[in-house]
Protein backbone atom coordinates (compact mmCIF):
# COMPACT_ATOMS: atom_id res chain seq x y z
CA UNK A 1 0.00 0.00 0.00
CA UNK A 2 2.77 2.63 0.93
CA UNK A 3 5.08 4.18 -1.86
CA UNK A 4 8.88 2.45 -1.12
CA UNK A 5 10.90 4.69 1.06
CA UNK A 6 7.35 6.44 2.56
CA UNK A 7 8.43 7.02 6.24
CA UNK A 8 5.80 7.73 9.22
CA UNK A 9 4.46 11.06 9.51
CA UNK A 10 5.84 13.19 12.16
CA UNK A 11 3.48 14.50 14.87
CA UNK A 12 1.42 17.67 13.96
CA UNK A 13 0.36 18.22 17.35
CA UNK A 14 3.36 19.52 18.88
CA UNK A 15 3.57 21.51 22.17
CA UNK A 16 3.12 25.41 21.94
CA UNK A 17 1.91 25.92 18.44
CA UNK A 18 -1.25 27.91 18.22
CA UNK A 19 -4.66 26.15 15.85
CA UNK A 20 -7.14 28.17 14.45
CA UNK A 21 -10.30 26.69 13.42
CA UNK A 22 -10.65 23.82 15.17
CA UNK A 23 -11.25 23.75 18.99
CA UNK A 24 -8.51 21.68 19.85
CA UNK A 25 -4.81 20.91 18.17
CA UNK A 26 -5.50 17.76 15.63
CA UNK A 27 -3.00 14.94 16.03
CA UNK A 28 -1.92 12.23 13.37
CA UNK A 29 -4.08 9.20 16.05
CA UNK A 30 -7.27 12.29 15.36
CA UNK A 31 -6.68 12.24 11.49
CA UNK A 32 -6.49 8.16 10.99
CA UNK A 33 -8.50 6.93 8.48
CA UNK A 34 -8.18 10.28 6.20
CA UNK A 35 -6.07 10.96 3.48
CA UNK A 36 -4.43 14.25 4.74
CA UNK A 37 -3.22 17.07 2.98
CA UNK A 38 -0.43 19.73 4.56
CA UNK A 39 -0.59 23.29 2.81
CA UNK A 40 2.79 24.79 3.88
CA UNK A 41 2.11 28.62 2.58
CA UNK A 42 2.90 31.96 4.29
CA UNK A 43 0.16 34.95 4.27
CA UNK A 44 2.36 37.50 1.81
CA UNK A 45 3.00 34.32 -0.69
CA UNK A 46 0.83 35.02 -4.05
CA UNK A 47 1.36 31.46 -5.04
CA UNK A 48 0.26 30.33 -1.89
CA UNK A 49 -3.22 32.21 -1.85
CA UNK A 50 -3.38 30.95 -5.49
CA UNK A 51 -3.55 27.08 -4.84
CA UNK A 52 -6.17 27.90 -1.80
CA UNK A 53 -9.12 27.25 -4.82
CA UNK A 54 -7.82 23.77 -5.21
CA UNK A 55 -7.50 22.89 -1.84
CA UNK A 56 -11.09 24.09 -1.49
CA UNK A 57 -12.42 21.94 -4.75
CA UNK A 58 -10.69 19.28 -2.84
CA UNK A 59 -12.51 19.65 0.66
CA UNK A 60 -15.76 19.97 -1.04
CA UNK A 61 -15.32 16.73 -3.14
CA UNK A 62 -14.56 14.37 -0.33
CA UNK A 63 -15.66 15.77 2.77
CA UNK A 64 -15.27 12.84 4.61
CA UNK A 65 -12.11 10.98 3.03
CA UNK A 66 -9.64 14.04 2.94
CA UNK A 67 -8.68 16.52 5.31
CA UNK A 68 -7.18 19.80 4.80
CA UNK A 69 -4.39 20.93 7.15
CA UNK A 70 -2.35 24.82 6.88
CA UNK A 71 0.55 25.09 8.73
CA UNK A 72 1.60 28.81 8.58
CA UNK A 73 4.97 28.67 8.15
CA UNK A 74 5.74 33.01 8.31
CA UNK A 75 8.44 35.00 5.89
CA UNK A 76 7.86 38.09 7.43
CA UNK A 77 8.21 39.31 11.06
CA UNK A 78 4.57 40.16 11.00
CA UNK A 79 2.95 37.13 10.06
CA UNK A 80 4.42 35.29 12.78
CA UNK A 81 1.93 37.44 15.36
CA UNK A 82 -1.17 35.24 15.34
CA UNK A 83 -3.44 37.68 15.49
CA UNK A 84 -2.23 38.64 11.84
CA UNK A 85 -2.55 35.18 10.87
CA UNK A 86 -6.25 35.51 12.52
CA UNK A 87 -7.08 38.03 9.84
CA UNK A 88 -4.96 35.99 6.97
CA UNK A 89 -7.49 33.13 7.75
CA UNK A 90 -10.77 35.25 8.10
CA UNK A 91 -9.14 37.72 4.72
CA UNK A 92 -9.30 34.33 2.48
CA UNK A 93 -12.11 32.53 4.04
CA UNK A 94 -10.00 29.42 4.91
CA UNK A 95 -12.10 27.48 6.57
CA UNK A 96 -9.79 24.11 7.01
CA UNK A 97 -7.93 23.82 10.50
CA UNK A 98 -4.59 25.74 10.11
CA UNK A 99 -1.61 25.23 12.72
CA UNK A 100 0.59 28.52 13.42
CA UNK A 101 4.53 27.33 12.91
CA UNK A 102 6.68 30.29 13.47
CA UNK A 103 9.89 28.40 14.97
CA UNK A 104 9.68 26.62 11.20
CA UNK A 105 9.01 22.97 13.91
CA UNK A 106 6.77 21.43 11.25
CA UNK A 107 8.48 22.66 8.73
CA UNK A 108 11.88 21.35 9.53
CA UNK A 109 10.56 17.94 10.07
CA UNK A 110 8.80 17.39 7.26
CA UNK A 111 11.34 18.96 5.06
CA UNK A 112 9.96 21.34 3.11
CA UNK A 113 12.16 24.05 1.30
CA UNK A 114 9.68 26.53 -0.29
CA UNK A 115 6.39 28.17 -0.24
CA UNK A 116 3.71 26.42 -0.96
CA UNK A 117 4.57 23.23 -0.98
CA UNK A 118 1.67 20.01 -0.14
CA UNK A 119 2.50 16.87 2.14
CA UNK A 120 0.65 13.26 1.55
CA UNK A 121 -0.37 11.41 4.50
CA UNK A 122 -1.73 8.33 4.29
CA UNK A 123 -4.60 7.00 6.02
CA UNK A 124 -2.60 4.81 8.41
CA UNK A 125 -0.25 8.13 9.13
CA UNK A 126 3.02 7.80 6.60
CA UNK A 127 4.28 10.25 4.22
CA UNK A 128 3.07 9.05 0.52
CA UNK A 129 4.52 12.49 -1.28
CA UNK A 130 4.95 15.60 -1.89
CA UNK A 131 4.56 19.04 -4.46
CA UNK A 132 6.46 22.02 -4.30
CA UNK A 133 4.50 24.79 -6.19
CA UNK A 134 1.39 24.75 -7.41
CA UNK A 135 -0.20 22.42 -8.84
CA UNK A 136 -3.13 22.37 -11.97
CA UNK A 137 -6.75 21.82 -9.37
CA UNK A 138 -7.27 18.98 -12.03
CA UNK A 139 -4.55 17.08 -11.41
CA UNK A 140 -4.84 17.56 -7.74
CA UNK A 141 -8.47 16.45 -7.72
CA UNK A 142 -7.90 13.27 -10.09
CA UNK A 143 -4.86 12.27 -7.25
CA UNK A 144 -6.27 12.85 -4.20
CA UNK A 145 -9.57 10.91 -5.83
CA UNK A 146 -7.60 8.12 -6.61
CA UNK A 147 -5.18 8.01 -3.55
CA UNK A 148 -8.77 7.70 -1.84
CA UNK A 149 -9.95 4.94 -3.76
CA UNK A 150 -6.74 2.93 -3.40
CA UNK A 151 -6.91 2.85 0.47
CA UNK A 152 -10.68 2.10 0.26
CA UNK A 153 -10.19 -1.07 -1.80
CA UNK A 154 -8.05 -2.39 1.45
CA UNK A 155 -10.32 -1.25 4.00
CA UNK A 156 -7.74 1.74 5.51
CA UNK A 157 -10.46 5.03 4.81
CA UNK A 158 -13.71 5.85 7.38
CA UNK A 159 -14.89 9.39 8.09
CA UNK A 160 -13.22 10.79 10.67
CA UNK A 161 -15.19 13.26 13.11
CA UNK A 162 -13.59 16.76 12.27
CA UNK A 163 -14.20 20.34 14.18
CA UNK A 164 -17.33 22.30 12.27
CA UNK A 165 -16.00 25.19 9.79
CA UNK A 166 -15.67 28.54 11.39
CA UNK A 167 -18.89 30.53 12.41
CA UNK A 168 -19.31 33.69 9.75
CA UNK A 169 -17.75 36.63 10.50
CA UNK A 170 -19.50 39.61 12.05
CA UNK A 171 -21.26 41.83 9.56
CA UNK A 172 -19.15 45.32 8.80
CA UNK A 173 -19.48 47.72 6.05
CA UNK A 174 -16.36 46.81 4.28
CA UNK A 175 -14.33 43.88 4.77
CA UNK A 176 -10.79 43.97 3.92
CA UNK A 177 -10.77 46.54 1.52
CA UNK A 178 -8.03 47.14 -0.90
CA UNK A 179 -6.98 50.06 -3.20
CA UNK A 180 -9.10 53.01 -3.24
CA UNK A 181 -8.81 55.58 -6.06
CA UNK A 182 -10.82 58.92 -6.91
CA UNK A 183 -13.81 58.68 -9.65
CA UNK A 184 -13.69 61.41 -11.22
CA UNK A 185 -16.97 63.80 -11.02
CA UNK A 186 -18.27 61.70 -7.65
CA UNK A 187 -15.40 61.02 -4.75
CA UNK A 188 -13.78 57.58 -4.64
CA UNK A 189 -13.92 54.04 -5.30
CA UNK A 190 -13.20 51.14 -3.26
CA UNK A 191 -12.64 47.57 -3.89
CA UNK A 192 -14.08 45.97 -1.12
CA UNK A 193 -12.18 43.01 -1.72
CA UNK A 194 -14.00 40.60 1.24
CA UNK A 195 -17.60 41.54 0.23
CA UNK A 196 -16.39 40.67 -3.63
CA UNK A 197 -18.05 44.35 -4.26
CA UNK A 198 -16.84 47.66 -5.48
CA UNK A 199 -17.93 50.59 -3.84
CA UNK A 200 -18.73 54.08 -4.74
CA UNK A 201 -18.02 56.83 -1.46
CA UNK A 202 -18.43 60.55 -2.05
CA UNK A 203 -16.53 63.32 -1.38
CA UNK A 204 -17.21 62.58 2.42
CA UNK A 205 -16.57 59.01 2.27
CA UNK A 206 -20.06 58.09 2.46
CA UNK A 207 -21.50 54.96 0.51
CA UNK A 208 -23.43 56.00 -2.44
CA UNK A 209 -23.42 52.66 -4.36
CA UNK A 210 -22.19 49.06 -4.92
CA UNK A 211 -21.21 46.83 -7.85
CA UNK A 212 -21.04 43.16 -7.98
CA UNK A 213 -23.89 40.53 -5.98
CA UNK A 214 -21.67 40.41 -2.80
CA UNK A 215 -21.27 36.81 -4.02
CA UNK A 216 -18.04 35.58 -5.11
CA UNK A 217 -18.42 34.43 -8.42
CA UNK A 218 -17.56 35.16 -12.08
CA UNK A 219 -20.58 36.56 -13.91
CA UNK A 220 -20.73 39.73 -16.43
CA UNK A 221 -24.47 41.64 -16.37
CA UNK A 222 -25.91 44.73 -14.57
CA UNK A 223 -24.73 46.50 -10.69
CA UNK A 224 -26.51 43.50 -8.84
CA UNK A 225 -26.14 40.56 -11.35
CA UNK A 226 -22.71 40.82 -12.06
CA UNK A 227 -20.07 38.56 -10.08
CA UNK A 228 -16.13 39.61 -8.35
CA UNK A 229 -13.54 37.62 -6.56
CA UNK A 230 -11.70 39.29 -4.31
CA UNK A 231 -11.01 42.48 -6.07
CA UNK A 232 -8.00 43.88 -4.99
CA UNK A 233 -7.45 47.31 -7.61
CA UNK A 234 -9.55 49.85 -9.08
CA UNK A 235 -9.22 53.00 -11.32
CA UNK A 236 -11.40 55.60 -12.82
CA UNK A 237 -11.66 57.75 -15.52
CA UNK A 238 -14.77 59.88 -16.72
CA UNK A 239 -16.38 56.73 -18.57
CA UNK A 240 -15.55 53.67 -16.58
CA UNK A 241 -14.39 51.75 -14.10
CA UNK A 242 -11.51 49.48 -14.00
CA UNK A 243 -11.38 46.60 -11.77
CA UNK A 244 -8.47 44.43 -10.91
CA UNK A 245 -10.52 41.52 -10.33
CA UNK A 246 -7.74 39.15 -8.10
CA UNK A 247 -9.79 35.85 -7.49
CA UNK A 248 -10.69 35.74 -11.31
CA UNK A 249 -7.08 36.38 -12.58
CA UNK A 250 -9.35 39.09 -14.54
CA UNK A 251 -9.72 42.60 -15.41
CA UNK A 252 -13.24 43.77 -15.47
CA UNK A 253 -14.41 47.07 -16.76
CA UNK A 254 -17.73 48.86 -15.05
CA UNK A 255 -19.49 51.28 -17.33
CA UNK A 256 -20.36 54.24 -14.95
CA UNK A 257 -23.54 55.39 -17.16
CA UNK A 258 -25.24 52.10 -17.20
CA UNK A 259 -23.24 50.12 -14.48
CA UNK A 260 -22.81 46.97 -16.60
CA UNK A 261 -19.78 44.48 -16.12
CA UNK A 262 -17.48 43.39 -18.77
CA UNK A 263 -14.65 41.84 -18.92
CA UNK A 264 -11.51 42.85 -20.58
CA UNK A 265 -9.11 39.94 -19.60
CA UNK A 266 -8.83 36.85 -17.95
CA UNK A 267 -11.14 34.01 -17.81
CA UNK A 268 -10.84 32.80 -13.87
CA UNK A 269 -8.30 30.73 -14.18
CA UNK A 270 -4.61 31.20 -13.44
CA UNK A 271 -2.60 31.97 -16.50
CA UNK A 272 1.34 31.97 -16.93
CA UNK A 273 3.68 34.76 -17.76
CA UNK A 274 1.98 37.18 -19.83
CA UNK A 275 2.26 37.02 -23.27
CA UNK A 276 1.01 39.35 -26.40
CA UNK A 277 -2.21 38.92 -27.85
CA UNK A 278 -6.06 39.52 -27.74
CA UNK A 279 -6.56 40.87 -23.85
CA UNK A 280 -10.31 39.06 -24.01
CA UNK A 281 -8.53 35.31 -24.73
CA UNK A 282 -4.91 36.43 -22.51
CA UNK A 283 -5.06 34.38 -19.12
CA UNK A 284 -3.93 36.76 -16.22
CA UNK A 285 -2.29 35.51 -12.44
CA UNK A 286 -4.22 37.30 -9.62
CA UNK A 287 -3.97 40.94 -10.98
CA UNK A 288 -3.74 43.39 -7.93
CA UNK A 289 -3.74 47.58 -9.31
CA UNK A 290 -4.87 49.11 -11.97
CA UNK A 291 -3.72 52.55 -13.68
CA UNK A 292 -4.75 54.44 -16.69
CA UNK A 293 -2.06 55.88 -19.05
CA UNK A 294 -4.23 57.21 -21.62
CA UNK A 295 -5.56 55.19 -23.82
CA UNK A 296 -3.77 51.75 -21.73
CA UNK A 297 -5.07 50.19 -18.79
CA UNK A 298 -1.54 49.53 -16.63
CA UNK A 299 -1.41 46.57 -14.69
CA UNK A 300 0.16 44.93 -11.77
CA UNK A 301 0.32 40.54 -12.62
CA UNK A 302 1.22 39.90 -8.99
CA UNK A 303 1.10 36.11 -9.68
CA UNK A 304 3.70 36.08 -12.68
CA UNK A 305 5.79 38.87 -11.04
CA UNK A 306 5.15 40.94 -14.07
CA UNK A 307 3.55 44.68 -15.24
CA UNK A 308 1.55 44.34 -18.57
CA UNK A 309 -0.99 46.82 -20.52
CA UNK A 310 -4.11 46.78 -22.78
CA UNK A 311 -4.61 49.28 -25.13
CA UNK A 312 -8.70 50.13 -24.36
CA UNK A 313 -8.85 51.38 -28.29
CA UNK A 314 -7.61 48.22 -29.69
CA UNK A 315 -8.23 45.35 -27.17
CA UNK A 316 -4.75 44.61 -27.17
CA UNK A 317 -2.85 43.11 -23.85
CA UNK A 318 1.16 43.34 -24.23
CA UNK A 319 3.74 42.78 -21.65
CA UNK A 320 5.12 46.07 -20.18
CA UNK A 321 7.71 44.95 -17.67
CA UNK A 322 9.61 42.02 -15.60
CA UNK A 323 10.28 38.26 -17.90
CA UNK A 324 8.39 36.34 -15.00
CA UNK A 325 11.18 35.34 -12.88
CA UNK A 326 10.70 36.73 -8.92
CA UNK A 327 13.52 39.14 -7.77
CA UNK A 328 14.73 42.17 -7.76
CA UNK A 329 17.02 42.97 -11.13
CA UNK A 330 16.75 46.32 -12.52
CA UNK A 331 17.41 47.42 -16.40
CA UNK A 332 15.75 46.65 -19.40
CA UNK A 333 12.06 46.52 -18.22
CA UNK A 334 11.69 43.50 -20.41
CA UNK A 335 14.64 42.11 -18.54
CA UNK A 336 13.99 43.01 -14.74
CA UNK A 337 13.10 40.73 -12.06
CA UNK A 338 9.87 41.65 -10.29
CA UNK A 339 8.53 39.95 -6.88
CA UNK A 340 4.41 40.06 -6.69
CA UNK A 341 3.73 43.42 -8.05
CA UNK A 342 0.99 45.06 -5.95
CA UNK A 343 0.19 48.47 -6.62
CA UNK A 344 0.82 51.03 -9.02
CA UNK A 345 1.40 55.03 -8.95
CA UNK A 346 1.72 57.49 -12.28
CA UNK A 347 3.35 60.56 -11.83
CA UNK A 348 1.78 63.89 -12.67
CA UNK A 349 3.07 63.94 -16.13
CA UNK A 350 2.42 60.35 -16.69
CA UNK A 351 5.57 59.06 -18.23
CA UNK A 352 6.81 57.48 -14.47
CA UNK A 353 5.31 54.84 -13.10
CA UNK A 354 6.12 53.72 -10.13
CA UNK A 355 4.60 50.11 -8.22
CA UNK A 356 5.26 48.38 -5.02
CA UNK A 357 6.83 44.75 -4.95
CA UNK A 358 5.43 43.27 -1.87
CA UNK A 359 8.16 40.29 -2.00
CA UNK A 360 11.02 41.90 -1.86
CA UNK A 361 9.91 44.97 0.23
CA UNK A 362 10.44 47.48 -2.83
CA UNK A 363 9.50 50.55 -4.02
CA UNK A 364 10.16 50.90 -8.03
CA UNK A 365 9.95 52.94 -10.90
CA UNK A 366 9.63 52.14 -14.64
CA UNK A 367 10.24 55.01 -17.11
CA UNK A 368 7.77 54.38 -19.62
CA UNK A 369 9.79 56.40 -22.32
CA UNK A 370 12.81 54.73 -21.84
CA UNK A 371 11.27 51.43 -21.08
CA UNK A 372 13.49 51.00 -17.82
CA UNK A 373 13.59 49.89 -14.14
CA UNK A 374 15.30 50.93 -10.98
CA UNK A 375 14.68 50.69 -7.64
CA UNK A 376 13.99 53.62 -4.95
CA UNK A 377 13.82 51.46 -1.89
CA UNK A 378 14.07 47.73 -1.09
CA UNK A 379 17.06 45.30 -1.77
CA UNK A 380 16.29 41.44 -1.99
CA UNK A 381 13.66 38.80 -1.13
CA UNK A 382 14.46 38.03 2.40
CA UNK A 383 15.57 41.78 3.09
CA UNK A 384 12.97 43.92 5.16
CA UNK A 385 12.41 45.56 8.06
CA UNK A 386 11.32 49.21 9.48
CA UNK A 387 14.38 51.72 9.09
CA UNK A 388 14.15 55.31 7.77
CA UNK A 389 16.66 57.02 6.32
CA UNK A 390 18.37 57.46 2.33
CA UNK A 391 16.86 54.78 -0.48
CA UNK A 392 19.74 52.48 0.37
CA UNK A 393 19.46 52.29 3.77
CA UNK A 394 15.25 52.02 4.20
CA UNK A 395 13.86 49.27 4.53
CA UNK A 396 10.18 48.09 4.14
CA UNK A 397 7.93 44.92 5.16
CA UNK A 398 5.71 43.49 2.08
CA UNK A 399 4.11 47.49 1.22
CA UNK A 400 0.75 47.23 -0.85
CA UNK A 401 -0.42 50.22 -2.00
CA UNK A 402 1.26 53.56 -3.24
CA UNK A 403 0.21 57.64 -3.71
CA UNK A 404 2.07 60.11 -5.63
CA UNK A 405 2.13 63.12 -4.03
CA UNK A 406 2.74 66.95 -5.79
CA UNK A 407 3.55 67.94 -2.33
CA UNK A 408 4.60 71.85 -1.49
CA UNK A 409 7.83 70.72 -0.26
CA UNK A 410 9.10 68.73 -3.60
CA UNK A 411 7.10 65.44 -5.20
CA UNK A 412 7.23 62.12 -3.20
CA UNK A 413 5.64 58.58 -2.68
CA UNK A 414 3.37 57.53 0.02
CA UNK A 415 3.66 54.10 0.58
CA UNK A 416 1.06 51.85 2.29
CA UNK A 417 3.94 49.50 4.12
CA UNK A 418 1.44 47.01 5.42
CA UNK A 419 3.57 44.78 7.44
CA UNK A 420 4.93 47.75 9.36
CA UNK A 421 0.95 49.24 9.77
CA UNK A 422 1.68 52.34 8.83
CA UNK A 423 2.02 55.22 6.07
CA UNK A 424 5.76 55.80 5.06
CA UNK A 425 6.80 58.32 2.81
CA UNK A 426 10.02 58.17 0.27
CA UNK A 427 10.73 62.43 -0.93
CA UNK A 428 12.22 62.01 -4.68
CA UNK A 429 14.49 64.84 -4.18
CA UNK A 430 16.85 64.15 -1.67
CA UNK A 431 15.94 60.58 -2.05
CA UNK A 432 14.78 59.82 2.03
CA UNK A 433 12.24 57.66 3.49
CA UNK A 434 10.26 57.95 6.77
CA UNK A 435 7.40 57.69 8.67
CA UNK A 436 4.23 60.20 7.15
CA UNK A 437 2.92 59.92 11.00
CA UNK A 438 5.89 61.08 13.24
CA UNK A 439 3.30 61.95 15.93
CA UNK A 440 -0.40 62.90 14.75
CA UNK A 441 -3.29 62.75 17.48
CA UNK A 442 -6.16 60.59 16.90
CA UNK A 443 -9.25 61.99 16.87
CA UNK A 444 -11.31 58.85 17.35
CA UNK A 445 -13.18 57.86 20.81
CA UNK A 446 -11.30 54.70 20.47
CA UNK A 447 -7.70 54.66 18.57
CA UNK A 448 -6.73 51.33 16.66
CA UNK A 449 -3.11 50.99 15.12
CA UNK A 450 -3.61 50.67 11.26
CA UNK A 451 -3.93 47.04 10.30
CA UNK A 452 -2.43 45.64 7.31
CA UNK A 453 -3.25 48.58 5.40
CA UNK A 454 -3.62 47.66 1.55
CA UNK A 455 -3.84 51.00 -0.06
CA UNK A 456 -2.98 54.87 -0.21
CA UNK A 457 -4.85 57.96 -1.82
CA UNK A 458 -4.28 61.81 -1.72
CA UNK A 459 -7.26 63.82 -1.89
CA UNK A 460 -7.44 67.07 -3.73
CA UNK A 461 -7.55 68.97 -0.81
CA UNK A 462 -4.24 67.27 0.60
CA UNK A 463 -5.59 65.00 2.84
CA UNK A 464 -4.50 61.16 3.10
CA UNK A 465 -6.43 58.76 2.93
CA UNK A 466 -5.45 55.28 4.00
CA UNK A 467 -7.39 52.17 3.36
CA UNK A 468 -6.85 50.42 7.24
CA UNK A 469 -7.85 46.76 6.24
CA UNK A 470 -8.01 44.26 8.79
CA UNK A 471 -10.01 46.65 10.71
CA UNK A 472 -12.18 47.23 7.60
CA UNK A 473 -12.29 51.13 7.44
CA UNK A 474 -10.28 54.13 5.80
CA UNK A 475 -9.05 56.79 7.69
CA UNK A 476 -7.97 60.26 6.92
CA UNK A 477 -4.84 61.99 7.61
CA UNK A 478 -4.97 66.11 7.70
CA UNK A 479 -1.02 67.29 7.62
CA UNK A 480 -2.01 71.20 8.69
CA UNK A 481 -3.87 69.79 12.06
CA UNK A 482 -1.01 66.73 12.33
CA UNK A 483 -4.27 64.55 12.85
CA UNK A 484 -5.95 61.29 11.77
CA UNK A 485 -9.39 59.50 12.42
CA UNK A 486 -12.14 57.34 10.68
CA UNK A 487 -13.03 58.38 7.21
CA UNK A 488 -15.69 55.38 6.22
CA UNK A 489 -16.30 52.19 7.58
Known amino acids: MRPPGSVRAPELALPGLVWFNTPAPLSLARLRGRLVILDFWTASCVNCLQLLPALKRVEAGFPDTAVVIGVHSPKFDAEKDPAAVAAAIARHEIAHPVVH ?9 YAVRGWPTLVFVSPDGYVIGEHAGEIDPGTLFETVGDTIANYARHGRVWPADLPPPPPPPAPTQFRYPGKLKPLPGVGWVLADSGHHQVVVLDGDGRETGRVGSGAAGFADGGVGAAAFASPQGVIADEEAIYVADTGNHALRRIDRMTGAVSTLAGDGTRGKALA ?12 WDVEIDGTRLLFANAGTHQLGAIDLATGDLSPLAGDGTEGLR ?5 EAFLAQPSGLALDARGRTLYFVDAETSAVRRLDLDAGRIDTLAGND ?16 QHPLGLA ?15 YNGRIR ?10 DFDDGYTCRDP ?11 AVAADGRILLVDSNNHRV ?10 GRWAG
Open 276 to 287: AGPARTAALASP
Open 404 to 418: WQDHRAGPRLLVADS
Open 101 to 109: DPGFLLWSR
Open 330 to 334: DGAAH
Open 475 to 484: LVYDENERSY
Open 446 to 456: VCLPAGEPAGV
Open 425 to 434: RIELGPGLVA
Open 381 to 396: LFDFGHRNGTRAEARL
